[in-house]
């Protein structure tokens, strides 16, 4: 069956650092899609970054980047010099294979505090 | 351009009444979906119109949940009668094509079921 786990519930990190993400996905198909969004205070939620499966590079989108590693079924959210606003709640969400993309399975997400 | 409008933003109401939240997508988005979180869970989904057509509603609850898009244009999802398990935030989102699967989402109805 297909799954997303976001094993880290919260995360902090100091201004300007770079931040990772876990997470890692359960599906049987060779053909799926891996999302990031994010969810400020405000309940909207924004999409961030995109990687296909069959992709032979990370995506990066600005400051986001996806470490995709296939074999591991794992798609990392790295974010480069955290800015205040970067804190939010993330999601990682996966495609099914069936066509509709726009059917997504999310993970539980992971709230992420940039300090000062 | 508009975003994904969602109302209302936050619904109290006692079990069994009836709530009808609605959604109006980005102008031109084809595809609509529902999506629901309840308490400490994943986001879920729900259904997904193409226009006014229901493409997939395998993420349905129950009967006491009915969603319709009218025209193809904005959706309701009513719940009658609503129980304490239904509430949670509700989230709508929209998208141009089948490409890359990119949603649009609302801010969320949040439904408090007392």
């Known amino acids: 069956a297909q799954k997303i786990t976001q094993t880290q519930p919260g995360m902090f990190v100091q201004e300007k650092e770079a931040v990772t993400l876990d997470c890692t996905y359960d599906?049987?198909?060779?053909?799926?899609?891996l999302f990031w969004y994010k969810q400020p205070s405000s309940g909207e939620m924004i999409f961030l970054i995109y990687?296909?499966?069959?992709?032979?590079q990370n995506a990066t989108e600005g400051r986001y980047s996806l470490n995709f590693q296939k074999a591991r079924k794992s798609a990392n959210l790295v974010i480069s010099a955290s800015q205040l606003g970067d804190s939010a709640m993330y999601f990682c969400?996966?495609?099914?294979?069936?066509?509709?993309?726009?059917?997504?399975?999310f993970g539980q997400g992971t709230t992420l505090q940039v300090k000062p | 351009e508009a975003g994904v409008t969602q109302f209302p933003s936050h619904s109290v109401i006692e079990k069994g009444q009836t709530v009808t939240l609605r959604c109006d997508p980005i102008?031109?988005?084809?595809?609509l979906y529902w999506y629901r979180r309840v308490m400490g869970k994943e986001i879920k989904f729900l259904l997904h119109?193409?226009?006014?057509?229901?493409?997939?509603e395998s993420g349905m609850p129950n009967n006491r949940f009915l969603a319709e898009r009218t025209g193809g244009t904005y959706s309701t999802l009513k719940v009658q009668p609503a129980e304490l398990e239904d509430s949670g935030v509700y989230f709508c989102?929209?998208?141009?094509?089948?490409?890359?699967?990119?949603?649009?989402f609302g801010e969320g109805s949040r439904l408090t079921v007392l």
């Open positions: 989102a929209s998208s141009q094509s089948r490409g890359t699967g990119e949603l649009f």
């Open positions: 599906t049987s198909d060779p053909s799926y899609g």
């Open positions: 990687q296909g499966s069959y992709d032979q």
């Open positions: 969400a996966m495609s099914l294979s069936s066509g509709n993309t726009g059917k997504l399975i």
């Open positions: 102008s031109g988005h084809d595809n």
């Open positions: 119109f193409v226009k006014e057509s229901k493409q997939d």
